[in-house]
């Protein structure tokens, strides 16, 4: 089996395959029971394996955290890597970085760590050795003033790194430092890796063309690339790999300053059964390579005529829904199903793999050894399947079960088996650009539908060169956004923050529904999409999160046409809620042609407006007129307005989802809502007259039955039980 490891802490399996029974997407029918196992699961609607490039299980700057024991250190391993952190705090649940933020770590051979702190520049000197021991001293660093929330958290990583006693990187390639800022529980910094290297790198083709229209490789084909450098640190070399179906060896060679030519070589010449045309379009793109970019697992090769972007970065096996595009060098047409869910149990290195056979459905047991695939005698169903589907299910399953080796490059799998070779899909759609709609929450063995007239929802966007981005969603009450890290099988998500609307539609008792659901979140470390279907869990396999999954509009031109006479209030920049007290408006007038408009309203102190237009083909904005008052209440509100305009005038873009609208700038996603949120000022009357409930201090929680209880009431006094007294 391919090695896993849970995120913040290991994840049981048995979660993830009662949520299979539950109907994860797998199409078929069926009549008789198998006879040797049990039948697969019933499928849900299958949706079209989506184009967008996948972010991959780590080493890469979305990955998270693994368990507090960790083996000893490798010194060789630590230095001269490019840092990035992703989460620090509480070794059992870190805290994810304020998304839009950047902190990272060089660790050199002299004995001196440097980076960024995520405003400031430092350095400081180090001590570490094999035995995994390492001491960081008093670090220097620039002075630029930063936004309170960034100086926060710049001001905890440092006293953190200060703090640093022992490292270990695991085996996903991660660096994590345990470390002591006095606190009563373990403390750890968690890093990953900033960026694959150009050389030596499989990379796989995700798109091409015009980068504004981008083309998507014909499903069932493969186009990769491998640079190989002529010696060790030279800036020429071959590249070669798969181009649709033939192979190519072109010569390349590379400038310091990300300069790229590439000239034609040999090119086997097979007749390619599918999409000839677009290996031709390929082979003519990268001929005229111009210049090339690496940015974490993406890397990206301007052309005469557009855009090369390729990925690092591969599905894992199991807990994908893999469905076949080619079977033995032919074509699956669209209409018919042949799919593949590997699932891991828990004896090691052994699973069950089940899914549609053309006509049956079908189970069988696996086993995996590096890339040695071995499948066992399936069971089926047994309709009567008319031909030619039963020719080409015998053959499926022919070749399925003769299966030897295996490959994964990004969103494709390949099976090579003695009968001859599956080329597989994953069908997926992406975490990000998608609305989540909450169908069910609880224990696998007890999911229950959310709460009715309730609407929870989440919209996952990453933020460029972050390795955090941001979950904004709404409960069908109020709004909430925080900052989150993930992989293609854990994530990470710190507690939202909220609008303060009372008004809710499910009546009394929102506050807790709310609070539960915000808990979980924060709880989870793992998930999986099947589908259209996104599946959060948690450690304890106690609490789970079943998304449904559809598509946000895309405006097929770019047009500010839709913000025309809308009004929204500010929510929060990056994942930040507004200083108590303050409030941030966003007014829209755009003229008949959709291209130019004004965007206008009070930055919390002053009033503003400023142009924006799309005319040029890129979202631009251009700050007109501010008053020039100055505020001193509520405290920190000027700070908060000079982040904001700053951060307005770098938008590159929007997009609605719900009642939100969300506006990507370099500072982080500026996040409003169409429904003004309630003053944070005073939230006395919040706390005030509830009996609340401890859920947690630290890592411990209460003993069942014996839950301790405060109660504040208006005379400003507290009362409650300690769980005894």
């Given amino acids: ?161 200060q703090g640093s006693q022992t490292y270990a990187i695991n085996e996903e390639g991660r660096l994590e430092i345990m470390y002591d800022s006095g606190a ?185 050894e590096g890339e040695n695939l071995t499948v066992g005698p399936a069971a089926t169903t047994r309709k009567f399947c008319e031909e ?29 088996s003695a009968e001859g070779v599956i080329v597989y899909q994953a069908d997926r759609q992406p975490l990000q650009g998608t609305l989540w709609e909450l169908v069910s929450i609880g224990p696998p063995d007890n999911p229950q539908p959310p709460v009715e007239g309730s609407n929870f929802t989440a919209v996952f966007e990453r933020i460029p060169g972050s390795p955090s981005g941001i979950m904004v969603g709404t409960t069908g009450c109020n709004e909430y956004n925080t900052a989150f890290a993930a992989s293609l099988s854990e994530i990470k998500i710190n507690l939202p923050s909220k609008t303060k609307n009372e008004d809710c539609p499910w009546g009394e008792g929102n506050f807790e529904v709310e609070q539960q659901y915000f808990l979980g979140l924060n709880s989870a470390d793992s998930y999986t999409i099947l589908g259209n279907q996104l599946i959060v869990g948690n450690s304890d396999g106690q609490q789970v999160f079943i998304y449904r999954g559809v598509d946000l509009p895309v405006e097929e031109e770019l047009t500010l046409a839709p913000l025309d006479g809308t009004f929204w209030y500010l929510v929060s920049i990056s994942d930040q809620p507004l200083v108590p007290g303050s409030e941030i408006t966003a007014q829209f007038m755009v003229d008949e042609s959709g291209l130019n408009g004004v965007i206008g309203g009070s930055s919390g102190c002053n009033g503003y407006n400023a142009g924006i237009s799309v005319e040029s083909g890129a979202f631009e904005v251009s700050l007109g007129v501010s008053t020039q008052i100055f505020c001193e209440f509520p405290p920190g509100v000027m700070e908060q307005e000079q982040a904001y305009l700053a951060a307005l005038q770098t938008v590159s873009g929007y997009s609605r989802a719900g009642d939100q609208l969300l506006m990507p700038s370099d500072s982080g996603v500026l996040t409003y809502s169409s429904t003004q949120p309630e003053s944070t000022l005073d939230q006395t009357a919040e706390l005030q007259n509830i009996t609340w409930y401890l859920v947690s201090y630290n890592t411990l929680t209460p003993v069942a039955g014996a839950e301790p209880t405060a109660f504040f009431d208006t005379s400003n006094t507290v009362s409650g039980n300690t769980g005894c007294n």
């Fill in 1 to 161: 089996m391919q090695e896993k490891s849970g995120i913040w802490r290991k994840k049981p399996l048995y979660w993830v395959v009662i949520l299979l029974i539950l109907g994860l997407a797998l199409v078929a029918c069926q009549e008789e029971e198998p006879t040797a196992t049990p039948e697969p699961p019933e499928p849900e609607q299958v949706v079209e394996p989506t184009a967008v490039p996948p972010t991959a299980p780590p080493p890469t700057e979305e990955a998270t955290v693994e368990e507090v024991s960790q083996p000893a250190g490798q010194l060789e391993d630590l230095v001269d890597v490019n840092w990035v952190l992703v989460g620090f705090g509480d070794a059992l649940n870190p805290e994810v970085i304020l998304s839009g933020t950047m902190i990272n770590a060089v660790f050199t051979q002299d004995g001196m760590v440097a980076g960024s702190a995520g405003c400031n520049n430092y350095n400081a000197g180090y001590e570490a050795d094999n035995e995994g021991n390492i001491s960081v001293g008093p670090a220097a660093t620039t002075r630029m003033a930063c936004a309170p929330e960034i100086d926060e958290q710049e001001q905890a990583y440092l006293t953190a790194l």
């Fill in 184 to 368: 009563n529980f373990d403390e750890k910094l968690v890093f990953a890796p900033g960026e694959v290297t150009l050389e030596n790198t499989e990379w796989l083709l995700v798109s091409y063309g015009d980068p504004e229209d981008p083309q998507l490789p014909v499903a069932g084909t493969t186009i990769t690339a491998l640079f190989v450098p002529q010696e060790e640190g030279a800036n020429n070399g071959i590249v070669g790999g798969v181009a649709t179906c033939n192979n190519y060896s072109f010569p390349y060679e590379i400038t310091d300053d990300g300069g790229m030519t590439i000239q034609p070589g040999p090119v086997t010449l097979m007749a390619c059964p599918l999409a000839p045309e677009q290996e031709t379009e390929y082979l003519a793109a990268i001929g005229t390579a111009q210049s090339y970019a690496v940015v974490g697992a993406q890397l990206e090769i301007t052309y005469d005529g557009g855009v090369l972007v390729y990925t690092s970065l591969n599905l894992p096996l199991e807990n994908t829904l893999w469905r076949a595009t080619l079977l033995n060098g032919q074509p699956v047409e669209d209409e018919v199903e042949i799919s593949a869910l590997f699932v891991e149990m828990e004896e090691v290195d052994q699973g069950q793999v089940s899914g549609v056979a053309a006509c049956n459905n079908y189970s069988a047991g696996y086993t995996v």
């Fill in 388 to 416: 030619p589907l039963n020719e080409l299910e015998q053959a499926y399953l022919a070749t399925l079960q003769g299966a030897e080796t295996f490959q994964i490059l990004g969103d494709q799998l390949m099976i090579s």
